[in-house]
């Protein structure tokens, strides 16, 4: 093989590292916009997970206090009812 040869290989094996690397860096690119999607995505849900865990929390606030009128009610009629 000659020196010309040699050069037209080497070459080619530069132009095949060239393409690999952009493919490299086109993946690249990809997976940090995935990246980025998802990350997006978790903030959403969890800003949406506080929120519904704010309102349960006053809702069981809430159901607790009637519960706890509901139950003052009872021993109030409990208190009549033995009074008489």
Do not use: C, P
Not at 31 to 48: P, W
Not at 58 to 72: E, M, P, V
């Amino acid at each position: 093989m000659d020196s010309t040869d040699e050069i037209k290989l080497l070459r080619a094996r530069v132009g095949e590292l060239e393409q690999r690397v952009e493919h490299l860096r086109v993946s690249r690119r990809v997976l940090m916009n995935l990246l980025e999607k998802v990350e997006r995505e978790k903030v959403a849900l969890v800003r949406h997970l506080e929120r519904e865990n704010i309102r349960l929390q006053r809702d069981n606030k809430r159901f607790a206090k009637w519960i706890f009128s509901k139950n003052k009610e009872l021993v109030e009629l409990q208190d009549k009812m033995e009074s008489q």
